[in-house]
């Protein structure tokens, strides 16, 4: 069996890739050290996700821009993509609020183009790194309508929190008719099927009206506050 471990490498990506590599090691932990020095103190923070596609006027616009400056009025600073569309939407709330603006913003042929309201702007080449930073910072995920960029993230959070590698934190989903059959059929087929359990479900909420989003946030850290105890610290630092 050993004889044929050769056969199965590729020379050729060997001699090829080896310095590649390192590069790449170096330059992920190049941007997870600017983004957590720029990032430092930013605390209570939301993460809002949502599409680059959708322009001002349209009602998922103005849903994400009021969202977010209820937040930043509430004293959350509003970390987004940095991007064109929901994200804009969400930087643009939170910059005209009382906390900052935050923007993760991530290197692509076409779409991503940093947004002008941000009080603060990282730029990442590594979808790695920036996803880590909006989990790391994040004391609450607010999910607006959006497309397979949207859902990573969604299930991102949704996989860290339901295995224990991150504290629990509310993931909010706003705009019910989008987000519906996207339940239902979590409920249906992966609970019903044995994928998941029951109380997975829960672990996402429908809130469609602003305030009580906000208040959502607040109920959930009633009594304990938004800090990260030791232990949900130490598992930040495992993600």
Aim: aromatic fraction near 10%; include cysteine; charged fraction near 25%.
């Amino acid at each position: 069996m050993t004889e044929k471990i050769p056969e199965l490498i590729d020379p050729q990506a060997l001699f090829a890739s080896n310095g590649q590599e390192a590069w790449r090691v170096l330059g992920i932990m190049s941007e997870f050290t600017i983004a957590t020095e720029r990032l430092r103190g930013i605390r209570p923070a939301v993460s809002v996700f949502g599409s680059a596609r959708i322009r001002e006027g349209h009602p998922y616009y103005e849903k994400a821009r009021e969202v977010s400056r209820r937040l930043s009025d509430a004293g959350f600073a509003v970390i987004s993509g940095g991007g064109p569309g929901l994200m804009e939407a969400a930087n643009k709330g939170a910059f005209a609020g009382r906390s900052p603006a935050i923007g993760l913003n991530i290197l692509l042929p076409k779409e991503q183009a940093s947004n002008s309201y941000q009080d603060v702007s990282v730029d990442f080449r590594y979808f790695f790194a920036r996803k880590m930073m909006f989990v790391r910072f994040a004391s609450a995920y607010v999910v607006l309508p959006g497309g397979f960029g949207t859902l990573d993230e969604l299930s991102e959070c949704l996989t860290l929190v339901q295995t224990g590698k991150s504290r629990r934190i509310p993931i909010i989903l706003v705009g019910a008719p989008f987000w519906r059959g996207f339940v239902d059929w979590v409920r249906d087929r992966l609970v019903g099927e044995g994928m998941i359990d029951a109380d997975d479900v829960k672990l996402m909420q429908l809130i469609e009206e602003p305030a009580e989003i906000v208040e959502a946030i607040f109920s959930f850290y009633e009594g304990r506050g938004f800090q990260p105890t030791r232990e949900e610290r130490q598992k930040m630092l495992n993600l």
